[in-house]
C-alpha cells in the first residue's frame, strides 16, 4: 500500500520559515493537500492540489510537489502556526495521510 | 459554506456496533463525496471510507472493509457511518469530511466535522 512519510515533529523560531516534507514514491504525480490540527481542533485545510490556498488561508502558506516530496512552507512563521500538519494524497481509490509534523514554534 | 454537524459522543461496548451521522447544511450535499477519518488518541489520521450520495455507492479502505457501511440520505442530506464488532481499538474521534477533486480521486477534504468521540470499553 502506498505511503506518505513525514518528519515527526520540527521546531522554528518566530518570524522564521518552516518547511516540513512529505515523500512518497513519485508522488510529484499525485496531489497533495495540506491540514493543519490544533489540540482539540478538527483539521483545517491549508493548501490543495499542491499549491493552492483556499479562501482564508494566509498567504505566509505555501506549497510545492515534484519528484518524490511534497513541501509545505510557512513563512514569517507566528505562535499560532505551533499545530500538528499533515499530508493527503490519492493513490489507487484510496486516501492515504501522512503521519503527521508536529511544529513547535519558540 | 456547508457546515458539517456530527452526533454526539457515544460509549460503547467490545462486540457492539455504533453508527455516527454527520448532517450538512447551507451547502450542496448529493454531488460530492463525503469521507469518514478517524484519529485515535495521541494519533494520526486515517481514512475509513466514502459516499458520493448521488451515487449511493460506496468506497472502503481495505482495513476496515469488513466491519464498516457508510451511507446517504440525500432527503436529510445526511451521511451515516457504522462500525461493528467494536474493539477497544476502536476508541477514537471520528470525523466526517466533504471530499473534492479531479476525475475519481480525492484531492482535498474541507470543511470538516467536530468530531464524534467513540470509547470502547467494557
Known amino acids: 500500500s502506498y505511503e506518505l512519510t513525514q518528519p515527526p515533529s520540527m521546531s522554528v523560531s518566530p518570524g522564521q520559515t518552516a518547511s516540513i516534507t512529505c515523500s512518497g514514491d513519485?508522488?510529484?504525480?499525485?496531489?497533495v493537500s495540506w491540514y493543519q490540527q490544533k489540540p482539540g481542533q478538527s483539521p483545517v485545510l491549508v493548501i490543495y492540489?499542491?499549491?493552492k490556498r483556499p479562501s482564508g488561508i494566509p498567504e505566509r502558506f505555501s506549497g510545492s510537489n515534484s519528484g518524490n516530496t511534497a513541501t509545505l512552507t510557512i513563512s514569517g512563521t507566528q505562535a499560532i502556526d505551533e499545530a500538528d500538519y499533515y499530508c493527503?494524497?490519492?493513490?489507487?481509490?484510496?486516501?492515504?495521510f501522512g503521519g503527521g509534523t508536529k511544529l513547535t514554534v519558540l | 459554506q456547508v457546515q458539517l454537524v456530527q452526533s454526539g459522543a457515544e460509549v460503547k461496548k467490545p462486540g457492539s456496533s455504533v453508527k455516527v451521522s454527520c448532517k450538512a447544511s447551507?451547502?450542496?450535499?448529493?454531488?460530492?463525496?463525503i469521507s469518514w477519518v478517524r484519529q485515535a488518541p495521541g494519533q494520526g489520521l486515517e481514512w475509513m471510507g466514502g459516499?458520493?450520495?448521488?451515487?449511493?455507492?460506496?468506497n472502503y479502505a481495505q482495513k476496515f472493509q469488513d466491519r464498516v457501511t457508510i451511507i446517504a440520505d440525500e432527503s436529510t442530506s445526511t451521511a451515516y457511518m457504522e462500525l461493528s464488532s467494536l474493539r477497544s481499538e476502536d476508541t477514537a474521534v471520528y470525523y466526517c469530511?466533504?471530499?473534492?477533486?479531479?476525475?475519481?480521486?480525492?484531492?482535498?477534504?474541507?470543511?470538516w466535522g467536530h468530531g464524534t468521540l467513540l470509547t470502547v470499553s467494557s
Open positions: 469530511a466533504r471530499a473534492e477533486g479531479e476525475g475519481s480521486g480525492i484531492d482535498w477534504f474541507d470543511p
Open positions: 447551507g451547502g450542496t450535499f448529493s454531488s460530492y463525496p
Open positions: 459516499i458520493i450520495p448521488i451515487f449511493g455507492t460506496a
Open positions: 513519485k508522488l510529484g504525480h499525485k496531489y
Open positions: 492540489q499542491d499549491k
Open positions: 493527503q494524497a490519492w493513490d489507487t481509490s484510496t486516501v492515504v
